[in-house]
T-cell receptor, first 113, second 113 residues
Framework: DAGITQSPRYKITETGRQVTLMCHQT?????MFWYRQDLGHGLRLIYY???????DKGEVPDGYVVSRSKTENFPLTLESATRSQTSVYFC????????????FGSGTQLSVL | GDSVTQMEGPVTLSEEAFLTINCTYT??????LFWYVQYPGEGLQLLLK?????DKGSNKGFEATYRKETTSFHLEKGSVQVSDSAVYFC????????????FGAGTQVVVTP
């Protein structure tokens, strides 16, 4: 199906473990983004990417790693999960035109125990 | 840096009531402004946008006008329905920011029959 999909939908892990959240889009959008959503903070940008192999840090990148070897995939890895990384994570993508809207995935709810 | 401030929720209304959600912003350049909506269990969807001063965005009965003099982008709807219950996010994007969005904290709206 066309669109942007995230997996898993729910994830429970323990502190210190490595976790990878997947994001896949079928539009060949150049730009992709990872946000985390926390009560009282809205959505905060973790990392973003303008194309394959081009990534940059957002507002809250510490503890996260991204890669973009293919245009359609933008995985987010928590190298050593901490309780403060318990959150809902949203992936988004957009096309190349200025002011194009972002398309969001359905989110991954991550709990770090 | 850029920032967006929204009124806190939750906002509870009866069906057919008038809705206003205040949003003000701080930006160094000439940002584009957006309202996104998040229905329960889903990702965010673009509701409306405005790209320059005095522009009015509208969609599904919602409206917002880009007011540069007051740095505001308040969301309004004349007669809400139960189906409008959601979390509403105001956001801005600077021209040179690769489309990165700076979000407000979100305002939960609950419409009762």
């Amino acid at each position: 199906d066309a669109g942007i999909t995230q997996s898993p939908r729910y994830k429970i892990t323990e502190t210190g473990r490595q976790v990878t959240l997947m994001c896949h889009q079928t539009w060949s959008h150049s730009y992709m983004f990872w946000y985390r959503q926390d009560l009282g903070h809205g959505l905060r940008l973790i990392y973003y990417s303008a194309a394959a192999d081009i990534t940059d840090k957002g507002e809250v990148p510490d503890g996260y790693v991204v890669s973009r070897s293919k245009t359609e995939n933008f995985p987010l890895t928590l190298e050593s999960a901490t309780r403060s990384q318990t959150s809902v994570y949203f992936c988004a993508s957009r096309g190349d035109s200025t002011n194009e809207k972002l398309f969001f995935g359905s989110g991954t709810q991550l709990s770090v125990l | 840096g850029d920032s967006v401030t929204q009124m806190e929720g939750p906002v509870t209304l009866s069906e057919e009531a008038f809705l206003t959600i205040n949003c003000t912003y701080t930006a160094t350049g000439y940002p584009s402004l957006f309202w996104y909506v998040q229905y329960p269990g889903e990702g965010l969807q673009l509701l409306l946008k405005a790209t320059k001063a005095d522009d009015k965005g509208s969609n599904k009965g919602f409206e917002a006008t880009y007011r540069k003099e007051t740095t505001s982008f308040h969301l309004e709807k004349g007669s809400v329905q139960v189906s409008d219950s959601a979390v509403y996010f105001c956001a801005l994007s600077d021209y040179d920011s690769w489309g990165k969005l700076q979000f407000g904290a979100g305002t939960q709206v609950v419409v009762t029959p």
